[in-house]
């Protein structure tokens, strides 16, 4: 497989007056090329941290503990500001989570997405960027005429496509779409998603969905990751995941939200709050909030190892599912707990 | 955008009006008036007297009088100054009008600019030594006394070193003689700066109007630049016109410079301040992501959108250098209306004084309806009446 991303143990924290936030700690994963990951968890978790990580935009406030983010080989953090410079747009670009704002007021919407195109590619002339524009707007359902509107005259939901166009503006390798369709109506929500989906599959992109909804990522995603108070607890194939999740925030999650495999449940939150990642618990920082905790949870950080091919997980009591996930919800909802059968 | 600027050109009229029936009754109210030196004088006979009277309009009412006076007024009719008897006020004025407007209008758009690239600097080297230091600086001179500071440069540079004229508009000795009326070369001067001025901007424009900066573009536009500024140079000079305009020149550089000195801050703080505040903004953050080199996302899109608000503060310093003006033409002795109002006043010479003043109350509403028009070509989003201001 063709590795165009990958982190590797990946911790960063931001320096608060509190103290420091582990907002990312010890993520590792790896992206191939043309492959769609979805990284999905709770507000909070950190998942545009670890965006913003592989963009190498973070604060000032920010310190990478330890770990290395390579692209296409390299480590992006001991490259020259020059060379992050081009990288960015050309190699990696983003749909931001706040894509409203992410246009600038006073300039016209298609001179900004012109502007990228012809600083990373000098050889472009202003005119054949100008005819890309067209093109893209066309391609994510925007009227051609809106080119050269201020942002203020958009729609939300023009807004949104235009900052997704504009993230393809210079075909990027890798696209980071950090919740890029929430501030949109559930149906536009969607068409969007697969519009971005079969542009992907186009031209051959790989790409990362963040979002706090499962049923968004189980969509449009080769991998899944689930990630909790700045680890990962959870990564594999995204049938594999959804069809036989095994750790019990993943379970939640999925009972969280309305079904992706098509069966009714009720939705059922998780108890509890997310941790405070300045003094996360120790052990497995769920544990306060699972119901399957035994002391070892709360003293041992569980190790990160496979379950199945391609499937990782950090949990001391995986959840063992043998039927479908349909059925185990069912016999959950009339009190069982979830695989209680491998768990003594 | 037309509607709007028919409405407010109406706003400025009718202020204007307000504004001089002020000065108008401010004037008469004040004690001491010239004409009763003439009219409570016994020895000029009394017919002679009701002749003057009849000729000051003074044996009609005090409406009718006003109304005479706006009447005169729109139609250009400023009287004749009592104290530079017979030259009529509306000369003066004009003579002294370009004046101070080309010494105040260098002033600030130096200072404005100065403030507006310092303050782009520190915000985003912010808490670097830079920084600190042009804030150190800046504010020194903002809080220092302005006669103090005139002084000063006056003694450095005009005095000890010798470098500067000490004060005035020109020097009389050079001038004895000269082939030129000092108002005629002062007038190609202003005609001749603003067509350069305009020249360079159409340059600059021309070439590196697209998002594309390529170098040669770059090369091309600051070539054509000196090109333009060594024609005009070599023109002053065939025509031998060049030694008087420096003359001139020279003798406004300290006035400039102090004026600059003591106001850049003000626009530099300003901007810090509001530019702080835009580097928050994702799309600042989103022009980094784009990979757009540094100085493009700190000019394009920080200091872009910062620069609104200090708008206001130049149209705001344009409107109190009419008050700083006083204050600097008498330092330096430059024969402005800010000077002109000053001996009018202690001289009792109403005609005069009413005129000055209304002129300083005409450059203020025309500064403040140029902002509304910058404001709205530089902010998009503002709309007028319902209608972006900009079309499209
Ligand atoms: N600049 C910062 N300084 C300090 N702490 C920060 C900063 N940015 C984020 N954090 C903290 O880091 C943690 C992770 O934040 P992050 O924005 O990555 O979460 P998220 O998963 O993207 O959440 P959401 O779904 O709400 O967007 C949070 O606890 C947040 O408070
Ligand atoms: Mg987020």
């Not at chain 1, 059922?268 to 996360?280: K, R, V, W």
């Not at chain 2, 010798?162 to 202003?190: C, D, H, S």
């Amino acid at each position: 497989m063709d590795t165009l991303l990958k982190l590797d143990d990946f911790t960063m924290h931001y320096r608060t007056k509190a103290g420091w936030v582990q907002a990312v700690d010890g993520v590792t994963l790896s992206l191939a090329r043309g492959q769609a990951l979805g990284l999905v968890g709770e507000s909070g978790c950190g998942k545009t941290s670890v965006a913003m990580s592989i963009m190498k935009l973070l604060p000032y406030n920010s310190k990478v503990v330890r770990g290395r983010i390579l692209f296409e080989d390299r480590d992006i953090y001991s490259m020259s500001d020059e060379e992050v410079r081009r990288m960015r747009w050309k190699g990696i670009a983003m749909i931001f989570q706040a894509a409203m704002n992410s246009l600038n007021p006073v300039y016209r919407v298609g001179n900004q997405i012109v502007e990228a195109i012809v600083t990373h590619e000098p050889e472009t002339s202003e005119r054949e960027a100008r005819e890309r524009v067209a093109s893209l707007f066309e391609l994510v359902g925007i009227p051609k005429e809106r080119v050269d509107h201020y942002p203020h005259e958009y729609s939300g939901g023009m807004k949104q496509r235009a900052v997704i166009a504009m993230a393809l503006a210079c075909n990027p390798k890798l696209v980071i779409a950090d919740e890029p369709t929430t501030a949109l109506d559930v149906i536009v929500q969607d068409k969007i998603l697969r519009e971005i989906d079969q542009i992907r599959r186009k031209i051959n992109m790989s790409m990362i969905y963040i979002s706090h909804d499962v049923s968004v990522i189980a969509e449009v995603s080769d991998v899944v990751a689930v990630m909790y108070a700045g680890k990962l607890v959870e990564m594999g194939p995204a049938d594999n995941v959804f069809k036989k999740p095994r750790h019990p925030y993943t379970c939640g999650l999925m009972m969280a939200y309305p079904s992706i495999l098509g069966d009714k449940h009720e939705l059922a939150t998780i108890p509890g709050e997310p941790p405070n990642l300045l003094d996360p618990p120790a052990g497995c920082r769920f544990h306060p909030r699972c119901d399957r905790a035994s002391v070892e949870c709360r003293e041992a950080d569980p190790v990160w190892r496979a379950v199945a091919e391609g499937h990782y997980t950090a949990c001391h009591n995986p959840v063992e599912i043998t039927g479908t996930w349909s059925e185990a919800v069912k016999a959950l909802n009339g009190g069982e707990r979830l695989g209680a059968s491998s768990n003594a | 955008m037309r509607r709007y600027l028919l409405n407010r050109l109406g706003q400025v009229v009718l202020t204007l009006i307000i504004y001089i029936t002020l000065v108008y009754f401010l004037l008469q109210a004040m004690p001491g008036d010239i004409t009763q030196m003439y009219l409570a004088n016994p020895r000029i006979p009394q017919a002679a007297r009701e002749e003057l009277q009849k000729q000051l309009g003074l044996d009609q009412g005090v409406v009718m009088q006003y109304l005479n006076y706006l009447k005169n007024f729109f139609s250009g009719e400023l009287g004749v100054s009592f104290s530079h008897y017979p030259r009529p006020v509306w000369d003066i004025l004009m003579e002294r009008l370009p004046r101070t407007f080309v010494l105040f209008l260098t002033a600030h758009v130096l200072s404005f600019y100065l403030g507006y690239l310092l303050g782009r600097i520190i915000a985003w080297r912010r808490g670097k030594v830079v920084d600190y230091a042009a804030t150190v600086v800046g504010i020194t001179f903002w809080t220092a006394f302005y006669p103090l500071l005139s002084l000063v440069l006056i003694w450095v540079f005009a005095y000890t070193l010798k470098l500067l004229p000490l004060n005035q508009f020109i020097e009389p000795r050079l001038w004895q003689g000269a082939p030129f009326p000092t108002n005629t070369v002062f007038g190609y001067m202003v005609y001749g700066g603003g067509a350069v001025a305009v020249g360079l901007f159409l340059v600059f424009y021309a070439f590196l109007r697209g998002l594309k900066r390529s170098r040669r573009n770059t090369a091309r536009a600051w070539l054509s630049a000196f090109a333009i500024i060594a024609v005009a140079l070599a023109v002053a000079w065939r025509t031998g016109l060049l030694v008087y305009i420096w003359d001139i020149a020279s003798h406004m550089i300290l006035p400039v410079c102090t004026l600059t000195l003591i106001s850049f801050a003000g626009t530099m703080l300003l901007m810090r301040d509001s530019m702080l505040e835009t580097v928050q903004e994702d799309y600042v953050m989103a022009a980094r992501a784009k990979g757009l080199p540094d100085t493009i996302v700190r000019d394009r899109y920080a200091a872009r959108t910062a620069m609104l608000p200090t708008v206001t503060s130049l149209v705001l310093s344009l409107a109190s250098s009419m008050s700083g003006g006083l204050v600097t033409e008498t330092m330096f002795s430059w024969p402005g209306l800010g000077q002109i109002l000053f001996h009018s006043a202690l001289a009792n010479d109403y005609p005069l004084a009413t005129g000055a003043l209304a002129f300083t109350g005409v450059f203020l509403l025309i500064a403040h309806f140029v902002a509304d028009i910058l404001y709205a070509v530089l902010d998009p989003r503002i709309t007028y009446a319902g209608q972006p201001a900009v079309e499209g």
